[in-house]
Antibody
Framework: QVHLVESGGGVVQPGRSLRLSCAAS????????MHWVRQAPGKGLEWVAA????????FYADSVKGRFTVSRDNSMNTLHLQMNSLRAEDTAVYYC???????????????WGQGTMVTVSS | DIVLTQTPLSLSVTAGQPASISCKSS???????????LYWYLQKPGQPPQLLIA???NRFSGVSDRFSDSGSGTDFTLKISRVEAEDVGVYYC?????????FGQGTKLEIK
């Protein structure tokens, strides 16, 4: 069974940094593109970033481009999201998600982690 | 970016009755391969979203056959034939034909 577990969330001041991780099991992690999706409190879902299976190509929402960096360690089956210059509007639950067909496009997300909460506040 | 507009934003349905949610896209989600890259999710309170339907008419594993969808191009509809208490939550449509992937605003379903 596929299992995705996010960690690294917490309370951070505006302008500071935080690094999220997503530990994956039950899948051949190195063959899947992966995504980050976030959800602000009481709000809808927002796609944040994606990374190709080999880490060579990365894609970002305009709202985080230049501040967030997605990366992966296939030897450790782990996905990361480095978040710099955090803003109040980045406050959200951050989910990692697996595309059913392994590709970053043309595929629904069939497995999601439980999410990790990031609160940006002074 | 592709904008997905869901209606209604909230729905109150008597158990056993049908329900329907519309998702309209600002651009066609029909690819040249003949597939519509539009999906439906249900997010129950305190949980991550769960995939209901992929690629129109393709229910995800374990999803009740009370759920069905239809549509093509820019207009899509999720239908629940008989609403049950376990169906309560927020329903989202999502497209993956183009980055950034985008979601509808969500439709909150409650039982009367």
């Amino acid at each position: 069974q596929v299992h995705l577990v996010e960690s690294g969330g917490g309370v951070v001041q505006p302008g500071r940094s935080l690094r999220l991780s997503c530990a994956a099991s039950g899948l051949v992690f190195s063959t899947y593109d992966m995504h980050w999706v976030r959800q602000a409190p009481g709000k809808g879902l927002e796609w944040v970033a994606a990374i190709r299976f080999d880490g060579k190509n990365k894609f970002y929402a305009d709202s985080v481009k230049g501040r967030f960096t997605v990366s992966r360690d296939n030897s450790m089956n782990t996905l990361h999201l480095q978040m710099n210059s955090l803003r109040a509007e980045d406050t959200a639950v951050y989910y990692c998600a697996r595309p059913e067909r392994g590709t970053y496009r043309y595929s629904p997300f069939d497995f999601w982690g439980q999410g990790t909460m990031v609160t940006v506040s002074s | 970016d592709i904008v997905l507009t869901q209606t209604p934003l909230s729905l109150s349905v008597t158990a056993g009755q049908p329900a329907s949610i519309s998702c309209k896209s600002s651009q066609s989600l029909l690819h040249s391969d003949g597939k519509n890259y539009l999906y439906w999710y249900l997010q129950k309170p305190g949980q991550p979203p769960q995939l209901l339907i992929a690629d129109v008419s393709n229910r995800f594993s374990g999803v009740s056959d009370r759920f069905s969808d239809s549509g093509s191009g820019t207009d899509f509809t999720l239908k629940i034939s008989r609403v049950e208490a376990e169906d309560v939550g927020v329903y989202y449509c999502m497209q993956s034909i183009q980055l950034p992937h985008t979601f509808g605003q969500g439709t909150k379903l409650e039982i009367k």
